[in-house]
């Protein structure tokens, strides 16, 4: 009897260890997934956001990195949602102002694919990177309210929440960008790529940081 069990016990240790196998080559084309880069080319990886107060709302790493700026997510169904958009749909997202341009996506996400090349010429860096330097220098770090009522109103100057300046930097650089292409033979990638990088080295060449800057100022004499 001894005889006849040994090689059913044998085949029975050749079955697992080839289930085995099986599973440690599933394991290994799941780590074979391709990494995730912006339109194919730019990558998350070595992306940083170097203010820590805006860590938090400029989606661009972990999960927040995608292979296109158009992830069809519901971002608008619940206050301080957008704040999980990856940060280059929110700008592409921005470009489509005004009424003819409404509802465009696709072409915003093309003229920001035509963006992230030309910054890639002119800077030598990735643009991702970039997108994120503008957005930090372009956000207003203190504005003016309206205070007081029954006729007598004044400005007093307030701190603005990081949420607040990423949205009103993408505001700012999204506006520059338009109003430069505007009746003018610069296309709204080039004017756009000019935008960001101006904004990212913190000229004063900028639309957003000349609007930044002036907000800071107006609010400073509203202390």
């Not at 289930?19 to 799941?30: G, H, L, R, V």
């Not at 509802?103 to 994120?132: C, Y």
């Not at 949205?167 to 506006?175: K, S």
Request: glycine content about 4%; overall charge negative; proline content about 3%.
């Amino acid at each position: 009897m001894a005889d006849v069990e040994e090689p059913q016990y044998e085949e029975e240790v050749a079955e697992e260890v080839e289930a085995e196998e099986e599973e440690e080559e599933e394991y290994a084309y799941a780590d074979d997934t391709p990494e995730v880069k912006l339109f194919g080319k730019w990558s998350f990886d070595d992306v940083e956001v170097r203010d820590i107060s805006l860590v938090d709302y400029i989606a661009c790493t972990g999960d927040h990195a995608t292979f296109l700026p158009h992830t069809a997510g519901r971002y608008q169904k619940k206050r301080f949602r957008k704040a999980s958009c990856p940060i280059v749909e929110r700008l592409a997202c921005c470009l489509m102002k005004k009424g003819r341009n409404a509802g465009k996506k696709l072409m915003a996400v093309r003229i920001v694919q035509h963006t992230l090349e030309i910054i890639h010429l002119l800077t030598d860096q990735n643009p991702i990177q970039v997108v994120v330097d503008a957005i930090i220098n372009s956000g207003p770090r203190e504005d003016s309210t309206r205070v007081g009522g029954a006729g007598v109103v004044r400005r007093q100057a307030v701190d603005m929440s990081p949420f607040r300046r990423v949205n009103y930097a993408l505001y700012l650089l999204a506006t520059g960008a338009r109003e430069a292409s505007f009746r003018n033979l610069k296309t709204m990638a080039e004017c756009l790529a000019e935008e960001l990088i101006n904004a990212a080295r913190g000229s004063s060449n900028s639309y957003a940081i000349k609007k930044k800057d002036e907000i800071e100022r107006v609010a400073k004499s509203n202390r």
